[in-house]
């Protein structure tokens, strides 16, 4: 049966905390999972984001042949690294559930590989454009079964054993990071050099760790170059995922919105391609402090405080989109509290997210008493509402569950989120967390 969520009528939200385990980065945790199997030598990692995303990763590279040792109690893992030419054909299809990262990323590694293999995940993965990674990859000389690069298509994808790669010059027409990390991870495979434009800045996490396991990528303003057959190298100590910042934007904006007080979140990655909508909230007059900065691995790494503030709403178009793309369903519930119209516009990659991210948001509000309009690309919504007792789908997706969970809490609101279950594709640890701060939430 569906896990539903509760919010009950109590106390207004007030809080005094600091809060010190957000779980590690969804993103950072996939790139180590993945260049941890490629490389020479023993990955150890630790504070890996034991989601159900991330997890399906490690299993993936286990039916792989890659030995891996998974400890989900201290959130550690070891990867004994088969280098580039130890995978072997897994034995059945790779699933990913519900992960478009998992799927785009490890599909680069696959069309690389002498052997055949099909990987394929959930209902709303089957749903996923792919026609973004097989189009670069089929240029590369991959051969995805029956599947042409113009062709739109969705997974299942079955790929056929490649003949060497080709190293190639790609225009990318989207700034993915998903797309960008498929192609550099299937250019360690390819002979000669690897070049992609970027359209604009996306996520950096692949280009970072790839140097941290000592490859050399090139970057020159938008385009990044790496040159295939160079050997990947297990970092010398233990690599620490920091924490994820797209979890923490969930209590980023509860605290911003409760009626007072303040939480402080610590070790949060706050790497410039994922920071912006922090940047945003600041400009809407979010009282937010960022202290103790510092690097943990390839990543910056800092503690951010935030206190209950009054917010006043803005716009954001497209060239903010790349970098804050998972923030927006958590924005919308800040634009809630906040006064004036909040506009979203060149994010029609919403659409093709976990849900269609735009209607799904326009159901929340909508559900909730809120004024929004949709866009091809992207909503309008006017602030402040005055949130109505509510009944919320969620669609199945994590973010917008999480969202209505937070709207509720923030607003002291009674409310039930159906569907929650999918909040462990991301942050399992969302409702232990949340009930350290609230005891208005019952999980059915
Ligand atoms: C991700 C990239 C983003 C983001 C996703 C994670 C990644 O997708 O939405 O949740 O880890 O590379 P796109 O690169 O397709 O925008």
Not at 308 to 314: A, C, E, F, V
């Amino acid at each position: 049966m569906a896990m539903n969520c509760e919010i009950l009528k109590g106390n207004p939200a007030s809080f005094q905390k600091i809060i010190s385990d957000i779980p590690g980065d969804k993103s950072i945790s996939h790139r180590a999972a993945i260049l941890g199997s490629l490389c020479e030598g023993t990955t150890t990692i630790s504070q890996y984001l034991m989601s159900e995303d991330c997890v399906n990763t490690l299993h993936i590279f286990k039916a792989l042949g890659v030995p891996i040792d998974i400890n989900t109690r201290d959130q550690s893992v070891q990867i004994e690294g088969v280098g580039l030419s130890g995978l072997k054909k897994p034995s059945h299809s790779l699933d990913v559930g519900n992960s478009g990262t998992g799927i785009r990323l490890i599909t680069g590694v696959l069309a690389a590989q002498p052997f055949s293999s099909e990987i394929t995940g959930d209902a709303s993965i089957q749903k996923r454009p792919m026609k973004r990674i097989v189009a670069p990859l089929t240029a590369m000389g991959a051969d995805i079964k029956g599947i042409s690069a113009s062709q739109n298509t969705t997974p299942p994808l079955c790929i056929l054993p490649a003949n060497k790669l080709l190293g190639i010059t790609y225009d990318m027409p989207i700034a993915s990071a998903q797309v960008k990390s498929c192609v550099l991870l299937a250019a360690l495979w390819a002979s000669g050099e690897t070049k992609l434009i970027q359209p604009a800045l996306s996520r950096d996490h692949t280009e970072r760790m790839l140097r941290f396991f000592g490859v050399e990528v090139k970057e020159s303003g938008l385009t990044l170059s790496i040159k295939g057959g160079q050997t990947l190298m297990a970092p010398s100590s233990s690599l620490t995922i920091p924490s994820d910042i797209s979890s923490a934007a969930f209590l980023i904006v509860l605290a911003l919105c409760a009626q007072s007080g303040y939480l402080t979140l610590t070790g949060i990655n706050v790497n410039p391609t994922r920071d912006r909508f922090l940047q945003v909230l600041i400009k809407m007059g979010g009282k937010i402090t960022i202290s103790n900065e510092r690097n943990v691995m390839s990543e910056p790494v800092a503690d951010i405080t935030v206190t209950s503030s009054d917010l006043q709403n803005t716009h954001i178009s497209e060239e903010d989109v790349p970098f804050l793309i998972d923030e927006i369903p958590i924005l919308s519930v800040a634009a809630l509290f906040a006064k004036g119209v909040f506009k979203v516009t060149g994010a029609s990659e919403l659409r093709v997210k976990e849900s269609d991210r735009i209607q799904s948001i326009v159901d929340m509000v909508s559900e909730m008493g809120g004024k929004v309009v949709a866009y091809d690309d992207g909503f309008e919504i006017e602030g402040p509402v005055k949130i109505n007792k509510f009944r919320y789908g969620s669609g199945g997706d994590h973010r917008m569950a999480m969202s209505a969970v937070i709207a509720a809490v923030a607003s002291n609101t009674p409310a039930t989120v159906e569907n929650c279950d999918c909040i462990a594709t991301s942050f399992p640890q969302f409702f232990v967390i949340l009930q350290r701060l609230t005891d208005r939430i019952n999980v059915l």
